[in-house]
Nanobody, 121 residues
Framework: QVQLVESGGGLVQPGGSLRLSCDASGSIFSINAMGWYRQAPGKRRELVATITSADSTNYANSVKGRWTISRDNAKNTVYLHMNSLKPEDTAVYYC???????????????WGQGTQVTVSS
């Protein structure tokens, strides 16, 4: 199967920056898209940013112009570069990937375990 492991979360002051990473491993034939979602306490999980295998990106309006998603296809890794962080960005951030498995070429969606980002002074 496939595992997604996020890293890079933590506590940062308003206006600061963080970079999240998500490493995918396992029985991967190809990764067709990767993305980041977040869930704040008491709220639904929401899309933050996605990137396809062709490097086409999509962002939530709340992060456009502040954050950048990128990927390293050779490493099966996706990054989220977060600048100008605000307290309302506080949430658990989850990595997501649409993966075609090596064995069947069937596509499945996988999630990481989440990493906490807290923006506070």
């Amino acid at each position: 199967q496939v595992q997604l492991v996020e890293s890079g979360g933590g506590l940062v002051q308003p206006g600061g920056s963080l970079r999240l990473s998500c490493d995918a491993s396992g029985s991967i034939f190809s990764i067709n898209a990767m993305g980041w979602y977040r869930q704040a306490p008491g709220k639904r999980r929401e899309l933050v940013a996605t990137i396809t295998s062709a490097d086409s990106t999509n962002y939530a309006n709340s992060v456009k112009g502040r954050w950048t998603i990128s990927r390293d296809n050779a490493k099966n890794t996706v990054y989220l570069h977060m600048n100008s962080l605000k307290p309302e960005d506080t949430a658990v951030y989850y990595c997501n990937a649409r993966v075609s498995l090596r064995s069947t070429r069937s596509e499945y969606v996988y999630w990481g375990q989440g990493t906490q980002v807290t923006v506070s002074s």
